[in-house]
């Protein structure tokens, strides 16, 4: 594997991470409210189902960091495909914008690894 398919591969986990932080610890906060331009009001409603998402996200992050620390590449393809596969429902059922923020770096991670 190339050092910028590995360098990728880390973003995706280290971009679920974040993604982990926003939706289970800020999602009420300023910048979760301006992240998913959200008001106080519907954060609040939907904070318990938004931090549900954000653990999703967070074993995402541990199937690749996982695979990656493990040395077992079939784990890290499957969790990058994962994600491509959340990225993709999210693009169709929430905003185009999550397919380029998750999904698209995941595609990019594969085809590099698959290189």
Not at 66 to 75: D, E, H
Not at 90 to 100: D, E, K, M, P, Q
Request: glycine fraction near 6%; charged fraction near 10%; charge should be positive.
């Amino acid at each position: 594997m190339s050092l910028l398919a590995l360098l990728l591969t880390v973003l995706v986990a280290i971009l679920h991470v974040y993604f982990l932080v926003l939706e289970m610890f800020l999602w009420t906060r300023p910048l979760g409210l301006k992240t998913f331009r959200n008001t106080p009001q519907k954060a609040e409603a939907t904070r318990v189902l938004a931090a549900n998402q954000g653990l999703y996200n967070g074993f995402l992050a541990a199937g690749i960091i996982a695979g990656l620390a493990l040395g077992q590449p079939v784990l890290v393809t499957f969790s990058l495909v994962c994600v491509v596969a959340a990225g993709t429902y999210g693009a169709w059922s929430v905003s185009l914008r999550i397919f380029y923020v998750q999904a698209v770096p995941a595609i990019l991670a594969l085809v590099l690894r698959a290189l």
